[in-house]
């Protein structure tokens, strides 16, 4: 469910102000204020999900190159006893 339309950063925070203003207009201080911190959770909320999925993606793109360098270094030492072992049969 995609409910961030593709429109300019502008145009998005205008859009903002506008539901803003015409949430407040028959409300008292308190339902503002009260009103305000439940819109602030639901972002706070949103922001830390979005930024520990960022995290989680990180770790697994770190664990991905780390798995392929690891992997890498496995084949060269392979090689390199393998050609120990051929250079040994050769010898004998």
Known sequence: MNLIPNTSPELFSLSAVIVGYLLIDDMTANEQNA?????????????????????VTERNRQNTFNNQDTLRILEKMLKALEKEVNDIKKNI
Not at 35 to 55: D, E, F, I, K
């Open 35 to 55: 009103l305000g911190n439940w819109l602030m959770l639901v972002g706070q909320l949103v922001s830390t999900n979005a930024y520990y999925a960022a995290v």
